[in-house]
């Protein structure tokens, strides 16, 4: 299991940005996959967006052009930069990692966006 210590979230106004980081215990090059997920209340955990070892990156259709995903394989860091932010992604975000089939996830982070 790898331990993941997320941070950045906060409170910022519609069209602001915010950018999340999270550090892994270990190297991310041994990582397979990476992403950060959301969660608001009563509603289903769901992918904002991944990257792989290899830089592929996937996002959720409500986040393209707005969001964007990179790792600093150095610091053993995963960002989110989140641009344009608007109130309907208020949620917890969680940092996520994939290694070997098996995932690990961070304590998440408030992201409050007011109108």
């Not at 331990?3 to 990582?31: P, T």
């Not at 053993?76 to 608007?86: A, H, I, R, V």
Request: proline share 2%; with cysteine.
């Amino acid at each position: 299991q790898v331990h993941l210590v997320e941070s950045g979230g906060g409170l910022v106004q519609a069209g602001g940005s915010l950018r999340l980081s999270c550090v892994a215990s270990r190297s991310i090059f041994s990582i397979n996959a990476m992403g950060w997920y959301r969660q608001a209340p009563g509603k289903q955990r769901e992918l904002v967006a991944s990257i792989t070892l290899g830089y592929t990156t996937n996002y959720a259709d409500s986040v393209k052009g707005r969001f964007t995903i990179s790792r600093d394989n150095a610091k053993n860091t995963l960002y989110l930069q989140m641009n344009s932010l608007k109130p309907e992604d208020t949620a917890v975000y969680y940092c996520n990692a994939k290694r070997d089939g098996i995932d690990s996830w961070g304590q998440g982070t408030q992201v409050t966006v007011s109108s």
